[in-house]
């Protein structure tokens, strides 16, 4: 049973386009997070929920909304995607706030 | 930013001990150290932790500098499944939370 999936793996779109990754979790963990990791591997964190609750929110343009539905989800929305935006995003869990995290195997997003 | 500096790659022989290397002089009093391998273009994969004692578990060692501004991952029998890229994280109190602060991490390449 894989711990932490994502869907899609791969995500090939148009600029201006809205799109949607969801992450899952079977870990019985209360924190997930979403990282965005760039064409220089730096992997950066963009959102962290504790119990549903959005607790991290770096500078990300609101053009991301996540939402957590309940603690074994969390998903990111993009709206008018830019071509800066093309990335791998990945999604990781844990069972508290910093602690060992669990990745998934991570969306490559890639914006024409 | 990152708190932390390592070297962008490394090279090691297979069955050899692989040692490596980082710095994180401005680390704080109660920030912890984590490490993570990224295996190919996979989700990240947690190693190992400490605060100020060396540590071992079944995939490495972590040795901490007394100052605590340095830290040495080791690998003590490098397979060549251990090529990956390696990162030193520095995890920091962000309010009332925690977040670990990602630096490029070191290419190790584990050759036969």
């Known amino acids: 049973d894989t711990a932490v999936s994502q869907t899609p793996k791969y995500l090939v779109t148009q600029m201006g386009n809205d799109k949607s990754i969801k992450c899952e979790q079977n870990?019985?963990?209360?924190?997930m997070y979403w990282y965005k990791q760039d064409s220089k591997k730096f992997l950066k964190i963009m959102f962290s929920?504790?119990?549903?609750?959005?607790?991290i929110n770096e500078t990300v343009p609101n053009r991301f909304s996540p939402k957590s539905p309940d603690k074994a989800h969390l998903n990111l929305h993009i709206n008018s995607l830019e071509l800066g935006d093309s990335a791998v995003y990945f999604c990781?869990?844990?069972?508290?706030?910093?602690?060992?995290?669990?990745f998934g195997p991570g969306t490559r997003l890639t914006v024409t | 930013d990152a708190k932390t500096t390592q070297p962008p790659s490394m090279d090691c022989a297979e069955g050899r001990a692989a040692n490596l290397p980082c710095n994180h002089s401005t680390i704080s009093g109660n920030e912890y150290v984590y490490w993570y391998r990224q295996i190919h273009s996979q989700g990240p994969q947690y190693i190992i932790h400490?605060?100020?004692?060396?540590e071992t578990n079944e995939m490495a060692s972590l040795i901490i500098t007394e100052d605590r501004k340095s830290s040495t991952l080791i690998l003590p029998h490098a397979t060549l499944r251990d090529t990956a890229v390696y990162y030193c994280i520095v995890r920091v109190n962000a309010g009332n939370n925690r977040k670990l602060i990602w630096g490029l991490g070191t290419s190790l390449a584990v050759n036969p």
């Open positions: 870990l019985g963990h209360d924190t």
């Open positions: 929920y504790n119990n549903k609750e959005l607790i």
């Open positions: 990781a869990s844990s069972q508290a706030p910093g602690s060992q995290q669990y």
């Open positions: 400490g605060l100020k004692n060396n």
